[in-house]
């Protein structure tokens, strides 16, 4: 057996001793999970609040679906196939995580010379990539989130508090869900059990999807009302 395929076999052992040891214990496995996941989330809200707060709003007007024009079906896509993007992105860094940290030194036990060399420090490069991408994408998002929250408070005659606010009902459990994979990839990397990511990243995802879905539902046709209801 190649070294590339015993890396690849041991890999999918792991996963599935992982899945199967999960199934006994699945709210003691997801609580850590979801607890860092929400810690990242309000982080992130409060950043918004913070950088909206701040700025100047822009005196273009926003186009709000639900709310100054009908939400339809294309909207509802929309919505998903953005959301879905930012959680693929998070999924990788978890399948990162897990090659970095588990594959990797594993491929390199089995090689010599300058093979092994390379093998043993992409690893800690690649982790600190995931890392770097991951905090340029959560710094991204808050200052233009942030930015287009102080508009469109401002469209609405409302203070940026009272949107995110009225915003809370939706926004919440989608972020909680987006960022579920870092979640359990930050658990992982604190336990060192990289070896549990791959089958992270199936978990994690299977629990984001119905929540994304749903979300995406009060985003369209029920968080319009609330803003209304506070712009009124």
Not at 3 to 21: E, N, P, W
Not at 59 to 71: D, Q, S
Not at 216 to 221: F, I, K
Request: charged residues 10%; proline residues 5%; hydrophobic residues 55%.
């Amino acid at each position: 057996m190649s070294v590339d395929d015993l890396v690849l076999v041991q890999g999918m052992k792991d996963s599935r001793t992982a899945l199967a040891r999960w199934q006994d214990a699945r709210f003691r496995v997801l609580g850590p999970w979801l607890g860092v996941s929400a810690l990242i989330a309000l982080g992130l809200l409060l950043a918004i609040l913070g950088i909206a707060t701040l700025s100047e709003p822009d005196a273009t007007r926003f186009t709000i679906p639900g709310l100054n024009v009908p939400a339809t079906g294309a909207d509802y896509l929309h919505v998903l196939y953005r959301n879905s993007l930012v959680l693929a992105l998070h999924a990788m860094a978890c399948v990162a995580g897990f090659i970095a940290g588990s594959s990797l030194p594993l491929s390199a036990a089995n090689r010599n010379g300058i093979d092994r060399w390379v093998h043993e420090r992409a690893g800690p490069l690649a982790i600190g990539f995931v890392v770097c991408a991951t905090a340029f994408s959560l710094v991204t998002q808050a200052f233009a989130i942030g930015a287009g929250a102080s508009t469109i408070a401002a469209q609405l005659g409302i203070s940026p508090g009272a949107l995110l606010l009225g915003l809370l009902p939706h926004a919440l459990p989608e972020l909680i869900a987006l960022f579920l994979p870092l979640g359990a990839w930050l658990v992982a990397s604190r336990r060192g059990r990289w070896d549990e990511l791959l089958a992270a990243t199936v978990v994690t995802v299977a629990v984001a999807v119905p929540v994304l879905l749903a979300s995406a539902a009060v985003e369209l046709w029920i968080s319009p009302e609330l803003l209304r209801a506070l712009a009124s």
